[in-house]
Nanobody
Framework: QVQLVESGGGLVQAGGSLRLSCAAS????????MGWYRQASGKQRELVAT???????NYADSVKGRFTISRDNAKNTVYLQMNSLKPEDTAVYYC??????????????WGKGTLVTVSS
């Protein structure tokens, strides 16, 4: 059984910073792409950032220059450093990981989400 557990959300003032973490546990051969998505109230879930196992990163235009995604492959953990936060960054942030379970089988897993609230 594979689990993703996010942490690090909370309430912060505009202009502040937060660091989210997401740790994967269970029967994992290795992890391919890891990413962060967010869903604001009344809106669809959207991509925030992704990072490949080798380190290549991709960001949504709305967070470029403010957020940084990183990962520790030894710890099966992905991070999201969020700086210069804006009220429009308020959302539930979800971790996603494409996990290699066996040589021939990979599957996507999601965390339960962590709430980030940015006050103006």
């Amino acid at each position: 059984q594979v689990q993703l557990v996010e942490s690090g959300g909370g309430l912060v003032q505009a202009g502040g910073s937060l660091r989210l973490s997401c740790a994967a546990s269970g029967s994992i051969l290795w992890i391919n792409t890891m990413g962060w998505y967010r869903q604001a109230s009344g809106k669809q879930r959207e991509l925030v950032a992704t990072i490949l196992r080798g380190g290549s990163r991709n960001y949504a235009d709305s967070v470029k220059g403010r957020f940084t995604i990183s990962r520790d492959n030894a710890k099966n953990t992905v991070y999201l450093q969020m700086n210069s936060l804006k009220p429009e960054d308020t959302a539930v942030y979800y971790c996603d990981a494409n996990i290699q379970l066996t040589i021939l089988n990979a599957k996507d897993y999601w965390g339960k989400g962590t709430l980030v609230t940015v006050s103006s």
